[in-house]
Structure formats: C-alpha cells, structure tokens
C-alpha cells in the first residue's frame, strides 16, 4: 500500500506543481482581487465539506440502531477529520466549522457572500442542483467544481470519495500566497484577520494533521486492490485538473477586472 500511495504521489507531482505555481496567485494585487478569489473558492470549502460528511455516512453508522461498520480504525480516522473540520475553533475560541469561517472571512473583508449563500439556501429548501445554480448565478468553473465532486459523492465507492478527498482536494497554498495574505493583513488587519487567520489552521491541521490521518483512511479502503487503486489514480488526476479549472476561472474574471479598470482609466485620461 506505501508503494500505491508513492505512485500516486508522482504522478499527480505535476499537476499539483501546476496548481502550486498558477498563474491566478500573482494577478492577487489587493483585497478587491481577493474577493473575487474568495467567491469562487467558498463553493471548493462547501462542497468539501460534503465530501466528508458522505465519507462519515459510509465509513460508521450513523442510523438506530446502531451497529458496527467497518474497522474500527476507519471509523477513527474519518471522524478525527470530521470534528477538526466540522467544529473546529475560530479566532475567539468558537465552534465553527471550517465553511462558516470561511463565510466570516468574506463577510469581514467584503466579499459577495450572496451567491453561495442562495445556493445553499436554495439547494437546502429543494434539494435541486440546477434551480441552486441558476438561482444563485454560481460562476461556471464553481459549477463544474462541485458537479464533479457530487459525481463521486453519487458513486457510492468509498475508497474513490477517500481518494479524492485525500489527494484531490488538497488545498495547495503556496508560499507566495501566503506572503501576499501576510503583506495585506500588515495594511488592513481589521479586514483579513479572519481568512488569514483561516489560512494557517488550513496549514497547521488540514495540512499536515488532518492530510496524514486521510493517506492512512484511503490506504485502508483501497487495501491489495489493483482495480481500486487504478481507479482512484484516474479520478485523482480529474480531480486536480478540476482545480486547475476553477483557478482558471477565477484568474479570468481577475484578468477581465483589471482590463475593465485599465480601459476606464484610459478614458478619464483621455477626457482630462
């Protein structure tokens, strides 16, 4: 099983490079663009969340009455993910989970929290995946995101929702991200304490932590078989290459932004 998951790691290593090195951290130039940012990756930190509350409902048993499912290391390993993720602390010491943080980060610099917030409220009250979208005006790359994820959710095949759960939905920060949070909370501390705030408990639990508890959860479903590990292969690298899109999306609308504001500058110029 190490030499699967040795495998898997190499031949993910360039798309993960790629997300690392993307083109859309460096268009980040102030909290304007961070915004734009935020609201694409708010519905990546939702639909995680029900990555893992499905990964819960197939690992232990969560009807009455109750019985044994599963090994008991499984059923550990998944539920010491759900409580950091589902109610972990924020900066006062509060239950929250890591999706209504995220929300808090938003609201306190500014973001648009109306889209996913309809789209939650909507989904919740019909269940319906289209009437959501449409009615929230999700962003298209944020749609295929979450279409994508609800498709292995739909699988019912535990070991390939642990897969991409563990390899797939690795939020990759790189460090220049984390100095461009850095250098913008130094100017505006009252505006993103909070996301930076949720950034290194990203790092300090879901990164390291949280990331070695979910290798050994995968390792354990996928077990000796080949067919299982071919296949959480195959979805892992779709996985990344939908994140990949999301960026590329967000990193569209930075780009629209900035020229929309150049050509308007030009024009005032020009009328001066």
């Known amino acids: 099983m190490t030499t699967q998951i040795e495998r898997i790691k190499r031949i993910i290593e360039p798309l993960r490079q790629e ?3 993307h083109k859309v951290y460096s268009a980040i130039k102030d909290i304007d663009d961070l915004k734009v940012f935020m609201q694409f990756h708010v519905y990546a930190v939702w639909d995680f969340m029900s990555l893992l509350k499905t990964l819960q409902g197939n690992l232990t048993c969560i009807s009455v009455p109750w019985f044994p499912k599963g090994t008991a290391d499984t059923r550990f390993l998944i539920n010491e993910i759900v409580v950091g993720e589902e ?3 924020d900066l006062n010491g509060i239950r929250k989970s890591h999706f209504e943080l995220y929300l808090d980060a938003m609201k306190q610099c500014g973001a648009d ?3 996913i917030e309809v789209f939650t409220d909507v989904l919740k009250n019909t269940g319906d995946f289209n009437s959501a979208y449409l009615s929230s005006e999700t962003p298209k790359e944020a749609k295929d995101f979450v279409d994508f994820t ?3 959710i739909e699988s019912d095949k535990d ?6 759960f563990t390899f797939g939905r690795e939020d990759l920060i790189p460090g220049m991200f984390i100095s461009i949070i850095n250098e913008m909370h130094k100017k505006f501390p009252d505006e993103i304490s909070i996301f930076k705030y949720y950034i290194e408990r990203h790092i300090e639990v879901d990164g390291d932590h949280h990331s070695h508890l979910a290798i050994q959860m995968t390792a354990n479903l996928c077990k000796d078989n080949e067919q299982y590990w071919k296949e959480a292969e195959e979805l892992i690298i779709q996985s990344l290459k939908q994140r ?3 960026w590329n999306g967000v990193y569209r609308q930075l780009t629209e932004r900035t020229n929309t504001a150049n050509s308007t500058n030009e024009k005032l110029t020009v009328q001066l």
């Open 150 to 152: 609800f498709k292995i």
């Open 19 to 21: 997300i690392i090195n």
């Open 244 to 246: 990949i899109e999301l």
């Open 87 to 89: 109610s972990d602390v």
């Open 113 to 115: 929290t109306s889209k």
């Open 159 to 164: 070991y390939l929702q642990s897969a991409i």
